[in-house]
């Protein structure tokens, strides 16, 4: 099977029909017109790097789709089209129909155009590019957190880290839980439409894709600050309480990355209308610290002493 052929069976149909796409999947290049600024990422999934090689097509479709969703997200962008870079050892058709079905599902979910790609044989790797659109000044920064900024996160921290970890090791958890936090690894949901309602409340934005820690620490760099975190304050659902306890409790929500949700920095003035906003548009937010002048790093456990962490966040080339 030729890659023209591929490409029209399995991808020439996913996504959505956009009318700022003047043309899209078939020529050199895709051609599209914007009046906004736009917000450009791009993210390379590698089998047994960013997946285990038992992960089903399906949620490998829509997992390359969600990293990069959350990358718009983190900009306060909304995400318009992407392309679609395949690397592939063979043509299995099976698995092309799932990939593609799982990546056509999340398409459909956020309103995104396919618009282009290549298809190439080799060890199984998948690039997309995405594009998205903001007025202009309505993108959010690492570099704009400001002192007595509160530090906020979406949803619940750690899941995602221990479905993988639920792969590896027999953790204490039923079938339905395993299912439950292994769901969270492979399909996580961008909180796309969280920020759309919450951009003009906040002023500095990161996806926690490495670790609420590290990503975290991006924004304190960018922006010259520092930040007290308290970790009992972190958001972790009830198998994650099961599975981690004890001293180091909270280490793997710190680093142990795949988890997609935000954090955010909002000023005490927009806290209010902040929380507001989440509540009306029910959606969950947990206050878990605040930005600092002294560009010092601090973990606090219960009675304000020091959480020490044992582990740390994933590295590509560490």
Not at 54 to 67: E, F, M, R
Not at 263 to 281: G, I, Q, R, Y
Request: proline fraction near 3%; hydrophobic fraction near 40%.
């Amino acid at each position: 099977m030729s890659e023209f052929s591929i490409i029209k069976e399995y991808f020439e149909n996913v996504g959505c029909q956009q009318a700022d796409v003047i043309l899209g999947i078939g020529d050199d290049a895709a051609l599209v017109k914007s009046d906004s600024v736009l917000a450009v990422s791009v993210d390379t999934f590698i089998e047994n790097v960013h997946f285990p090689a038992a992960t089903q097509p399906y949620d490998i479709g829509w997992k390359s789709l969600a990293v990069n969703l959350s990358d718009m997200a983190a900009m306060g962008a909304e995400p318009c089209w992407m392309t679609l870079a395949i690397t592939m050892p063979d043509v299995n058709h099976d698995w092309l129909k799932e990939f593609s079905r799982g990546l056509s599902a999340l398409c459909s979910k956020f309103n995104v155009a396919l618009i282009g790609g290549d298809t190439t044989q080799g060890p199984l790797s998948i690039t997309i590019q995405i594009c998205g659109r903001l007025a202009d000044g309505q993108a959010l920064r690492r570099s704009d957190a400001k002192v007595g900024d509160a530090i906020y996160v979406t949803g619940q921290v750690g899941d995602g880290a221990l479905g993988l970890r639920s792969l590896q090791n027999n953790l204490n958890l039923s079938n339905t839980e395993k299912d439950r936090v292994q769901l969270k690894l492979n399909r996580p949901l961008p909180r796309v439409r969280e920020i759309l309602v919450l951009r003009e409340m906040v002023n500095a934005a990161i996806d926690i894709s490495d670790g609420l820690y590290a990503d975290l620490g991006h924004i304190l760099v960018a922006s010259n600050k520092g930040a007290i975190i308290r970790v009992n304050d972190i958001p972790v659902s009830q198998e994650y309480r099961w599975c981690c306890q004890g001293e180091q409790a909270y280490d793997l929500a710190l680093t142990g990355g795949d988890d997609y949700e935000l954090c955010m920095t909002v000023s005490e003035k927009n806290e209010n209308l902040f929380l507001a906003l989440a509540n009306e548009n029910e959606i969950r937010v947990t206050k878990i610290g605040v930005i600092t002048d002294d560009k010092k790093y601090k973990l606090l456990a219960v009675g304000d002493k020091d959480y020490c962490l044992a582990s740390n966040a994933f590295e590509h080339f560490n």
